[in-house]
């Protein structure tokens, strides 16, 4: 059965940092590429950052030099390190993975990040 949690969410300052995490189980993670999406309220969902199986990254140009997406195959997890929070960066922050050259696809149920003083 697949699991997917993601935590880490919550309410900060501006200049302030979270790190959410992606926790799965059931699934073969060390072969799935990951990514992070935000969506803010009446806005459509999108990508963040993402980090292949082989740990290739890649972030939207408004994130870079402030998050970090990351992996550890060994815990079966990924993780996004935000700093220096905008309010801009508010939204749900989603966890989606995709296993190349198959139709196996996951999200997470998303957690919140609000940022504002």
């Known amino acids: 059965q697949v699991q997917i949690v993601e935590s880490g969410g919550g309410l900060v300052q501006p200049g302030g940092s979270l790190r959410l995490s992606c926790a799965t189980s059931?699934?073969?993670?060390?072969?799935?590429?990951m990514a992070w999406y935000t969506q803010a309220p009446g806005k459509q969902r999108d990508l963040v950052a993402s980090?292949?199986?082989?740990?290739?990254?890649n972030y939207t140009e408004s994130v870079k030099g402030r998050f970090t997406i990351s992996r550890d195959n060994t815990q079966n997890t990924m993780y996004l390190q935000m700093n220096s929070l905008t309010p801009e960066d508010t939204g749900v922050y989603f966890c989606?993975?995709?296993?190349?050259?198959?139709?196996?696809?996951?999200w997470g149920q998303g957690t919140q990040v609000t940022v504002s003083s």
């Open positions: 989606y993975g995709s296993r190349l050259g198959t139709q196996q696809r996951f």
């Open positions: 059931g699934v073969t993670f060390k072969a799935y590429d």
């Open positions: 980090i292949s199986s082989g740990g290739i990254t």
